[in-house]
């Protein structure tokens, strides 16, 4: 899996979009971008993943760069409950993730 | 349906014993991987089961093992505990080892050690 980066805390106030940045310089040509995000005492949740193309889901869209050395996660209306560690990983299909320190998010009223 | 579920949900157990953790995968996911969760190291990959075979393991030492039975439940078995072992151990389940697109996470199991 390539290795991501993240910064490791932002604020958002609520019913802002929430546009949260990760740099995957190293991923390979096979390799989607997943984002996970994880709230507090629960299990890892998926959110969206990419190849090349920009994608759009109910929870957010995800905008991959053209070189596809980063992406961002666009939370449109940010709310309370979004409150969250997120994760974005490069994978290959392997079920063997890397998670690395993610980014805490905190929506702020 | 019935998400992924992890039993018991909390756990204490004394350094040197022994202990195991049960997941249950979503009815008809076939693929169990397990991961460990520590506030110093992250979440950290154990290993992946898929039809009753490991199929990967992660960078951890013996004491920590893992068995899938026939109806795809696994369980994951930490020897000769130590301090350094209290974590969130979480199951994930998939249809298919088809990496991060088809994983439901369980809730996990807090383990601690004392």
């Known amino acids: 899996d390539a290795k991501t980066t993240q910064p490791p805390s932002m604020d958002c106030a609520e019913g802002r979009a929430a546009n949260l940045p990760c740099n995957h310089s190293t991923i390979s040509g096979n390799e989607y971008v997943y984002w996970y995000r994880q709230i507090h005492s629960q299990g890892p949740q998926y959110i969206i993943h990419g190849l090349k193309n920009n994608e759009t889901n109910e929870m957010a869209s995800l905008i991959i760069t053209e070189d596809r050395k980063s992406s961002t996660l666009i939370l449109p209306h940010a709310t309370l409950r979004d409150t969250a560690v997120y994760y974005c990983i490069g994978n290959n299909a392997g079920n063997m993730l890397t998670f690395g320190g993610g980014t805490r998010l905190m929506v702020k009223p | 349906k019935a998400g992924v579920t992890q039993t018991p949900r909390y756990l204490i157990k004394t350094r040197g014993q022994q202990v195991t953790l049960s997941c249950s995968p979503i009815s008809g996911h076939r693929s169990v991987s397990w991961y460990q969760q520590t506030p110093g190291q992250g979440l950290q990959f154990l290993f992946e089961y898929f039809s009753e075979t490991q199929r990967n393991k992660g960078n951890f030492p013996g004491r920590f093992s893992g068995r899938q039975f026939s109806n795809s439940r696994s369980e994951m078995n930490v020897s000769t505990l130590e301090l350094g072992d209290s974590a969130l151990y979480l199951c994930?389940?998939?249809?298919?080892?088809?990496?991060?697109?088809?994983?439901?996470f369980g809730s996990g199991t807090r383990l601690t050690v004392v």
């Open positions: 994930a389940s998939s249809l298919e080892p088809q990496g991060a697109r088809s994983y439901t």
